[in-house]
């Protein structure tokens, strides 16, 4: 092969190429780069082979639900009985877990309530749907080799990383449970390998191969982040590359047309951003047309979403309430009651704070008799005659009205004094009944204006269930609000604490009617008091679900940060200073502990320093003159292991950005890149190319005999590098085992002997 077309065919190589070079290989060329290609076809298959071994097997152990079972496995039987849930990832992994359980039969009539639950006590195809998902992380392994003998690896380095994955305790037990994380790493991984074969045509552009690799590339985004949220990791990976390679593009020195430039930047953006989205927003229209009927995920949307699914409480018995009704007010977040007592305020609060000395107006979570308010009109409801008058007696969006405490005769007021926990907000009190009148200040802070999520001014009626309401006080336009974290001290009795929000446009504003009460005396209270008539079924455009479903989405995401035993931070991760607990068995101490092999995990975050502190001490020399590695072999490790770096830092870095609640395994698609990294930095290292800066001098060996006994015994050194990296993997993983398979009991010296690190949290320890 001439050094043209040597150079060409580098993987990694980034000269800006000649015309003569954009020229295509000859045909005896592309023959043996395919024939080389095809003689190890049967490699990726038995990678994959042993993987599925090392993942089926025990794949009944334990026969109880373990971990995140509960949630996905449930997840599963709502798909099976059609019934909305709501979770705050995408749906294709669930969809994909749910196919699953369809293909072994699952009836959905298990619903995975808690950790523990047996299986064997039911008719639930368990192992094939976790034989399902190991098949799916059986994929992950092949995919790896294949990735690094694109970018160039020695054939036995690419072995070498998709053993130290296939061998990874972490990796196998979420790859054989009724998890999530098996087919977001598998599209992760394919779209680090789509992304490197599309690369590879950077010579052949707009060609056939060309449009192929860039739209499989772009389905293999589009189906990792509809997985999980943080598939939006791969995006980043990808997109920054592509942002290279069109930086590269525009180069002049290149001397590509600005309109062809122009056509890189569309292709790109079609087929990796548009298309993609598309493809993200489909798997929602599947989920919606699956989960028709209403379920444990109704409380999450909105009203007018909740009627579109069948057997919805508000379809069935949603009321329209009338002037003088008594109602009990529910607030949406919370789940407490619009609640009043007969005690007051203190009148010093302990910071200092003087209050109004009003009656105490609190959310309680309990149904009771201080949870009643009546509806009072401002303007008269009937007509001129006394003759009842429906219309004049509904309650409309934007209509003012006053709410009378029933069992204290007085009125819901809020005016310009402090909240007791929250002095930004405004004091939520009542006035009594007899004081109304006696001054027109009274009479205007007692009105409230009705908002109606949704409503149509004058149109839109108010109803129990369905309609979803704020109160917004008229002179001072503050929302009636409250929040969890206001629990009032022993005075409220430890009840949580109603206010003014000055914001009254916030989400958590919302209250419902669930409870009223029919004034007796209501000309209409026979035909009101019987049960209402089922309604029809409402529709929504399905863009609005969409987007409704994805601002809760996210909204719930950010709300997960509670605390947990097992959560933990990310910079523990990859020095595995903490493992999650997943399922433990009193009686026979078995227990799976999810933790990942010390020798791939620290073997991986090596690779990563030595890289990035090789590169800068390399950067570092440059600027002095020093020029110790080869342009072609910097360029190469570069655009090779240093991807696989910049794919570990856009899995693994965000993460430190965020406050939610976070596990070990949110590291997995990081910890195999960091594995692409090690195998590229042990190829780097024992690379026959590469002269090492030596000690100049001696008086036995000159520098040139030093340089060849080095460059004869690389591959030497290579092959016991790998060999003992692989030596110790499987010695560790097999050691490791009953942790990872829950298949064995320990004894706590067994137990205690498996406790590598202090900070590992077994159990059974005594």
């Given at each position: 092969?001439?050094?043209?077309?040597?150079?060409?065919?580098?993987?990694?190589?980034?000269?800006v190429?000649?015309?003569?070079?954009?020229?295509?290989?000859?045909?005896?060329?592309?023959?043996?780069?395919?024939?080389?290609?095809?003689?190890?076809?049967?490699?990726?298959?038995a990678?994959?082979?042993?993987?599925?071994g090392?993942?089926?097997?025990?794949?009944?152990?334990?026969?109880?639900v373990?971990?995140?079972?509960v949630?996905?496995?449930?997840?599963?039987?709502?798909?099976?009985?059609?019934?909305?849930?709501?979770?705050?990832?995408?749906?294709?992994?669930?969809?994909?877990?749910?196919?699953?359980?369809w293909?072994?039969?699952?009836?959905?009539?298990?619903?995975?309530?808690?950790?523990?639950?047996?299986?064997?006590?039911?008719?639930?195809?368990?192992?094939?749907?976790?034989?399902?998902?190991?098949?799916?992380?059986?994929?992950?392994?092949p995919?790896?080799?294949?990735?690094?003998?694109?970018?160039?690896?020695?054939?036995i380095?690419?072995i070498?990383?998709?053993?130290?994955?296939?061998?990874?305790n972490?990796?196998?037990?979420?790859?054989?449970?009724?998890?999530?994380?098996?087919?977001?790493?598998?599209?992760?991984?394919?779209?680090?390998?789509?992304?490197?074969?599309?690369?590879?045509?950077?010579?052949?552009?707009?060609?056939?191969?060309?449009?192929?690799?860039?739209?499989?590339?772009?389905?293999?985004?589009?189906?990792?982040?509809?997985?999980?949220?943080?598939?939006?990791?791969?995006?980043?990976?990808?997109?920054g590359?592509?942002?290279?390679?069109?930086?590269?593009?525009?180069?002049?020195?290149?001397?590509?047309?600005?309109?062809?430039?122009?056509?890189?930047?569309?292709?790109r953006?079609?087929?990796?951003?548009?298309?993609?989205?598309?493809?993200y927003?489909?798997?929602?229209?599947?989920?919606?047309?699956?989960?028709?009927?209403?379920?444990?995920?109704?409380?999450?949307?909105?009203?007018?979403?909740?009627?579109?699914?069948?057997?919805?409480?508000?379809?069935?018995?949603?009321?329209?309430l009338?002037?003088?009704?008594?109602?009990?007010?529910?607030?949406?977040?919370?789940?407490?009651?619009?609640?009043?007592?007969?005690?007051?305020?203190?009148?010093?609060?302990?910071?200092?704070r003087i209050?109004?000395?009003?009656?105490?107006?609190?959310?309680?979570?309990?149904?009771?008799?201080?949870?009643?308010?009546?509806i009072?009109?401002?303007?008269?409801?009937?007509?001129?005659?006394g003759?009842?008058?429906?219309?004049?007696?509904?309650?409309?969006?934007?209509?003012?009205i006053?709410?009378?405490?029933?069992s204290?005769?007085?009125?819901?007021?809020t005016?310009?004094?402090?909240?007791?926990?929250?002095?930004?907000?405004?004091?939520?009190?009542?006035?009594?009944?007899?004081?109304l009148?006696?001054d027109?200040?009274?009479?205007?802070?007692?009105?409230?204006?009705?908002?109606?999520?949704?409503?149509?001014?004058?149109?839109?009626?108010?109803?129990?269930?369905?309609?979803?309401?704020?109160?917004?006080?008229?002179p001072?336009?503050?929302?009636?609000?409250?929040?969890?974290?206001?629990?009032?001290?022993?005075?409220?009795?430890?009840?949580?604490?109603?206010?003014?929000?000055?914001?009254?446009l916030?989400?958590?504003?919302?209250?419902t009617?669930?409870?009223?009460?029919?004034?007796?005396?209501?000309?209409?209270?026979?035909?009101?008091s019987?049960?209402?008539?089922?309604?029809?079924?409402?529709?929504?455009?399905?863009?609005?679900?969409?987007?409704?479903?994805?601002?809760?989405?996210?909204?719930?995401?950010?709300?997960l940060?509670?605390?947990?035993?097992?959560?933990?931070?990310?910079i523990?991760?990859?020095?595995l200073l903490?493992?999650?607990?997943?399922?433990?068995?009193?009686?026979?101490?078995?227990q799976?502990?999810?933790?990942?092999?010390?020798?791939?995990?620290?073997g991986?975050?090596?690779?990563i320093?030595?890289?990035?502190?090789?590169?800068?001490?390399?950067?570092?020399?440059?600027?002095?003159?020093?020029?110790?590695?080869?342009?072609?072999?910097?360029?190469?490790?570069?655009?090779?292991?240093?991807?696989f770096?910049?794919?570990?830092?856009?899995?693994?870095?965000?993460?430190?950005?965020?406050?939610?609640?976070?596990?070990?395994?949110?590291?997995?698609p990081?910890?195999?890149?960091?594995?692409?990294v090690?195998?590229?930095?042990?190829?780097?290292?024992?690379?026959?190319?590469?002269?090492?800066?030596?000690?100049?001098?001696?008086?036995?060996?000159?520098?040139?005999?030093?340089?060849?006994?080095?460059?004869?015994?690389?591959?030497?050194?290579?092959?016991?590098?790998?060999?003992?990296?692989?030596?110790?993997?499987?010695?560790?993983?097999?050691?490791?085992?009953?942790?990872?398979?829950g298949?064995?009991?320990?004894?706590?010296?067994?137990?205690?002997?498996?406790?590598?690190?202090?900070?590992?949290?077994?159990?059974?320890?005594?």
């Open positions: 092969m001439d050094a043209k077309l040597r150079r060409r065919y580098t993987p990694g190589y980034s000269s190429p000649t015309d003569a070079e954009y020229q295509p290989a000859s045909k005896k060329v592309r023959e043996v780069n395919q024939s080389s290609r095809h003689n190890v076809w049967w490699i990726p298959v990678l994959f082979a042993m993987a599925l090392v993942r089926l097997y025990e794949i009944a152990s334990p026969a109880e373990v971990f995140d079972e949630h996905f496995g449930k997840f599963a039987a709502y798909y099976m009985t059609r019934q909305y849930f709501f979770d705050v990832h995408p749906p294709l992994a669930k969809l994909i877990v749910a196919f699953g359980a293909l072994a039969g699952f009836d959905g009539n298990f619903e995975f309530d808690s950790i523990g639950d047996k299986y064997s006590d039911t008719s639930v195809p368990f192992r094939e749907m976790r034989a399902f998902i190991a098949l799916i992380g059986s994929l992950q392994i995919l790896v080799y294949e990735i690094m003998r694109e970018t160039g690896a020695r054939s380095t690419a070498l990383c998709a053993l130290l994955v296939m061998l990874d972490a990796q196998i037990a979420q790859t054989r449970l009724i998890l999530l994380d098996a087919p977001l790493v598998l599209f992760m991984l394919l779209s680090l390998y789509c992304y490197i074969k599309f690369y590879q045509q950077r010579y052949h552009e707009f060609t056939p191969k060309w449009w192929a690799w860039l739209a499989s590339t772009g389905l293999s985004l589009a189906l990792t982040v509809s997985c999980k949220l943080t598939g939006v990791f791969a995006f980043l990976t990808i997109g590359a592509v942002g290279w390679d069109l930086w590269n593009v525009l180069d002049i020195k290149r001397r590509i047309p600005m309109r062809k430039v122009a056509k890189h930047f569309c292709a953006v079609l087929f990796l951003l548009l298309i993609p989205l598309v493809i927003v489909s798997w929602f229209w599947v989920h919606f047309a699956i989960l028709t009927r209403s379920g444990t995920g109704d409380v999450f949307m909105s009203a007018d979403f909740q009627q579109t699914l069948e057997g919805n409480e508000l379809l069935e018995s949603s009321l329209e009338h002037a003088l009704d008594s109602i009990a007010l529910k607030h949406r977040g919370t789940h407490v009651y619009l609640h009043s007592h007969p005690e007051h305020y203190p009148h010093k609060y302990d910071d200092g209050s109004s000395d009003g009656q105490q107006v609190t959310g309680y979570p309990h149904e009771d008799v201080n949870n009643l308010w009546q009072l009109p401002v303007s008269p409801i009937d007509n001129d005659d003759s009842f008058n429906v219309t004049r007696r509904c309650i409309y969006h934007m209509q003012h006053r709410l009378l405490h029933q204290t005769n007085s009125y819901l007021l005016h310009d004094v402090a909240a007791p926990l929250t002095p930004t907000n405004e004091e939520i009190t009542t006035l009594p009944a007899d004081e009148h006696a027109q200040d009274n009479e205007q802070n007692t009105l409230w204006e009705l908002h109606i999520e949704g409503g149509i001014e004058g149109k839109t009626t108010w109803h129990t269930h369905r309609s979803w309401i704020r109160l917004v006080h008229v001072t336009r503050v929302a009636v609000w409250t929040h969890a974290k206001g629990e009032l001290p022993s005075w409220g009795f430890r009840q949580q604490e109603v206010n003014g929000n000055k914001n009254a916030d989400k958590t504003a919302i209250w009617v669930e409870n009223v009460h029919v004034d007796p005396h209501s000309p209409m209270y026979e035909i009101r019987k049960p209402p008539e089922p309604r029809s079924l409402q529709t929504l455009p399905f863009l609005d679900k969409f987007a409704e479903l994805q601002l809760t989405m996210l909204e719930q995401n950010n709300k940060t509670q605390s947990h035993p097992y959560a933990s931070r990310p523990v991760w990859p020095f903490q493992g999650v607990s997943y399922w433990s068995s009193d009686p026979e101490r078995r799976i502990f999810f933790v990942g092999n010390p020798v791939t995990w620290w991986g975050i090596l690779g320093s030595v890289f990035c502190m090789l590169f800068a001490i390399d950067l570092l020399l440059l600027r002095r003159g020093i020029d110790q590695i080869p342009q072609e072999i910097r360029q190469r490790t570069l655009r090779t292991t240093g991807f770096t910049f794919a570990w830092a856009c899995h693994y870095l965000p993460f430190f950005l965020m406050g939610r609640q976070l596990f070990l395994h949110h590291y997995l990081a910890h195999i890149c960091a594995v692409m090690l195998g590229g930095m042990l190829d780097f290292f024992t690379s026959d190319t590469i002269d090492f800066p030596l000690n100049r001098g001696g008086p036995s060996l000159t520098p040139d005999r030093i340089r060849s006994s080095m460059r004869q015994h690389r591959s030497s050194l290579h092959l016991v590098l790998v060999l003992l990296l692989l030596a110790l993997t499987i010695g560790l993983t097999h050691y490791l085992a009953p942790l990872t398979y298949h064995q009991s320990l004894t706590p010296e067994q137990a205690n002997a498996r406790k590598l690190l202090a900070e590992w949290q077994l159990q059974y320890l005594k």
